[in-house]
């Protein structure tokens, strides 16, 4: 089944300076990948998302990169300020014969330091 | 509107109680999932509902019993809990199942605690 990889666990870094998380992925047919920020004690909310037709999106602060022929994709934030802090979780779409379900990697914890 | 209501915030419970979470959305998605997610862990899938019809148990204990009484609301009977099914567990919903490339939404969550 689909299984997904996230690097770094842990992650600090001085504001103003760019954060990079990155993930891979075993799953071929994967096609979609979220990227969710939790903070502390609430929900994790959705930031960015990419599709498999698409190798790069951009939302202000926020870069999702995506290279399907390597299966791994990379969440860039510029300029980072101290909200930014928080755990970040990428995932991917497991195929439809294992349920088309949302895998999750195992989340990075960014601390921005200001 | 991403709202996905979750109902208690929190919640403690001793293990021969029964008790239950509750999860609405009006946003008319057609998938319903319950997620459990111990502290700076990923969330886990427990149950995925689709079109009000249990579509995915993840091998779940049976003392976890869900319910979809109608497009809008989600259930999750609790009875005999043990103290390691402490967690945060999370409602959420999408458009249609992620299969398609549906986004999920999460609700603010439920925080249990066994005793």
């Known amino acids: 089944g689909e299984n997904v990889e996230q690097h770094p666990s842990t992650l600090s870094v001085q504001e103003g300076d760019s954060a990079v998380i990155k993930c891979t992925y075993s799953?071929?047919?994967?096609?979609?990948f979220p990227w969710y920020k939790q903070e502390l004690g609430k929900r994790p909310q959705l930031i960015i998302d990419?599709?498999?037709?698409?190798g790069e999106k951009k939302d202000q602060r926020i870069a999702v990169t995506l290279n399907k022929t390597a299966k791994h994709f990379s969440l860039h934030i510029t300029e980072t300020q101290p909200e930014d802090s928080a755990v970040y979780f990428c995932?991917?779409?497991?195929?439809?014969?294992?349920?088309?379900?949302?895998?999750f990697g195992q989340g990075t914890e960014l601390s921005v330091k200001p | 509107d991403t709202e996905v209501t979750q109902t208690p915030k929190h919640l403690v419970m001793g293990m021969t109680n029964k008790k239950s979470l509750k999860c609405e959305q009006h946003?008319?998605?057609?998938?319903m999932y319950w997620y459990k997610q111990k502290a700076k862990k990923p969330p886990e899938l427990m149950f995925v509902?689709?079109?009000?019809?249990?579509?995915i148990n993840e091998s779940v204990p049976s003392r976890f019993s869900p319910e979809c009484p109608n497009s809008s609301l989600l259930n999750l009977h609790l009875h005999a809990l043990q103290p390691e099914d402490s967690a945060l567990y999370l409602c959420?919903?999408?458009?249609?199942?992620?299969?398609?490339?549906?986004?999920?939404?999460f609700g603010e969550g439920s925080w249990l605690t066994v005793v």
């Open positions: 799953d071929s047919a994967s096609n979609y």
């Open positions: 509902y689709s079109y009000e019809k249990l579509s």
């Open positions: 946003m008319g998605h057609r998938a």
């Open positions: 990419i599709r498999s037709n698409v």
């Open positions: 995932a991917a779409i497991s195929s439809y014969n294992q349920g088309g379900k949302l895998i």
């Open positions: 959420a919903s999408s458009h249609q199942t992620t299969f398609s490339g549906n986004t999920i939404y």
